[in-house]
């Protein structure tokens, strides 16, 4: 499929198009101790991501207030590499949280480093990496958007 044919690209798939996503859960492999301020991601047009079971993400932040799909995210810090056991969608809009706290809310995905994994980017007011977050191995990363269609409708 070239990118005019990819229909994220060409602006008719709706900004948040699913009615409910199954939370998406997996557990940090490794935790990272990285930022970059001029990193300059590439965040791809589309708002999902299918993560097929055992797929492995790099989980990373960033503080740019406009970072949406099809812009570039100069500043990024990372995480840390996060293993799905069970494979499921991550949608732009999505809450990320790790060992239960809420870091933010994914904004879009670089796949720079695709087939090997995808970098899911996430929105968050504290720019700090994974080991300055004090981050853990094997802590549960949870990616949530609404799970059922009644709660698009609450405040």
């Not at 995210?73 to 809450?95: C, D, E, S, T, W």
């Not at 549960?140 to 059922?148: A, D, H, K």
Request: aromatic content about 8%.
């Amino acid at each position: 499929m070239t990118h005019d044919q990819e229909p994220y690209a060409r602006g008719i798939v709706p900004e948040r198009p699913f009615a409910a996503v199954r939370p998406l859960v997996g557990e940090l492999v490794a935790v990272l101790a990285v930022s970059f301020p001029d990193r300059n991601l590439e965040l791809q047009p589309f708002g999902t991501r299918a993560f097929p079971d055992g797929a492995i993400a790099e989980l990373c932040v960033t503080d740019q207030p406009d970072a949406r799909p099809g812009q570039r995210v100069a500043r990024a810090a990372y995480l840390g590499f996060v293993r799905f056991p069970i494979g499921g969608i991550v949608a732009v809009g999505a809450r990320c949280f790790v060992a239960g706290e809420e870091i933010g809310e994914v904004v879009g995905f670089d796949g720079v480093h695709a087939p090997n994994h995808w970098n899911i980017v996430v929105r968050s007011a504290r720019f700090a990496d994974g080991a300055a977050r004090g981050l853990r191995l094997g802590a549960t990363v949870t990616l949530s958007g609404p799970t059922t269609a009644s709660e698009l409708d609450s405040p």
